[in-house]
């Protein structure tokens, strides 16, 4: 990627640092607020050799897909600065309502996936660097869009804009990535959680009905009946309401699928 030509196109206050090859955007990010770097900083790579994905699972990073982390600086604690992740749903979700040209078949899946058509289109891991009063000092978003390319051996059945007709290069993507970041980023400081909330609650699949929460030791059935206001999912348990508040979520196949 050029960076000069990039860098004009990101939003007022933001900067992009472009990388060929990294081991991971995240990685880079964590670096960068290490050696003291000024935050507000995106970092993109063509592809990542060591690519991270949520609950130390790989995230595959072949050229083709964008790539991204977003280096914050954090004054917020540790739970208040966790929104974040919901925050980033966003702006991914209004990313691919804008390549996909409609928002008609797009939905959010807890904690912060996207999905098209049923399948995961993008990956988001928060990730912190720096402790210092309790609170981490820098926040990273670390954001995978599938724009040419899936993992065929998902956990979660993936696509890629490619196949749903949409051929978009990870410049053009991280222009509009960073636009709707900025402008949520915005949203959140000024009113804080409740209108990202709304608005995701709005968006996601499976609310009111039953799910399945995988966890490292246990898989749990419930109805999905609400998003706390830290984030975590309450679900609906025969035995009772359970906060969840890390897990992979999946849907019931039913009867007509
Ligand atoms: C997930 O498992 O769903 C989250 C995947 C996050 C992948 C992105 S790609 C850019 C950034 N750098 C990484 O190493 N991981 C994130």
Same mark, same amino acid.
């Given at each position: ?7 004009? *196109?990101?939003?007022? &206050? ?10 991971? %955007? ?24 060591? =690519? ?16 991204? +982390? ?5 004054? #917020?604690? $540790?739970?208040? $600065?966790?929104?974040? +992740?919901?925050?980033? &749903?966003? &702006? !991914?979700?209004? @990313? ?10 797009? *939905? ?14 993008? =990956? ?19 954001? =995978?869009?599938?724009?040419? +390319? ?8 993936? !696509? ?8 978009? %290069? ?19 400081? #000024? ?11 709005? *968006?996601?699949?499976? *609310?009111? +009905? ?17 998003? /706390?206001? %830290? ?13 969840? @508040?890390?897990? /992979? ?5 039913? &009867?007509?699928?």
């Amino acid at each position: 990627m050029d960076q000069k030509q990039i860098n004009s *196109q990101m939003p007022e &206050a933001y900067r992009l640092r472009a990388f060929d090859v990294l081991d991971s %955007t995240n990685k880079e990010a964590i670096r960068a607020a290490e050696k003291g770097e000024a935050a507000n900083l995106w970092i993109t790579a063509e592809s990542q050799s060591s =690519g991270k994905g949520r609950r130390g699972r790989e995230w595959i990073s072949s050229e083709g897909n964008l790539f991204c +982390s977003l280096l914050l600086e954090n004054k #917020k604690d $540790a739970l208040t $600065a966790s929104q974040l +992740s919901f925050v980033a &749903a966003l &702006a !991914v979700y209004d @990313t691919a309502a804008e390549i996909l040209g409609s928002a008609e078949d797009i *939905q959010c899946k807890w904690p912060n996936d996207i999905l098209v058509k049923n399948q995961k289109i993008s =990956g988001i891991l928060l990730e912190s660097s720096g402790f210092g009063n309790n609170a981490p000092e820098y926040i990273i978003i670390g954001i =995978g869009l599938n724009l040419s +390319s899936y993992p065929k051996e998902a956990l979660y059945p993936a !696509v890629d804009f490619k196949s749903l007709g949409k051929d978009t %290069t990870p410049k053009e993507a991280i222009g509009i990535l960073a636009k709707y970041m900025a402008e949520y980023i915005r949203l959140w400081h #000024k009113e804080g959680f409740h209108p990202i909330r709304k608005k995701w609650l709005k *968006q996601v699949k499976g *609310q009111g +009905s039953e799910i399945i929460v995988k966890l490292p030791s246990e898989e749990i059935i419930g109805c999905f009946v609400d998003l /706390d206001l %830290t984030g975590a999912l309450m679900l609906q348990t025969d035995t009772g309401l359970r906060l969840i @508040t890390a897990g /992979d979520v999946f849907f019931p196949k039913l &009867a007509t699928d």
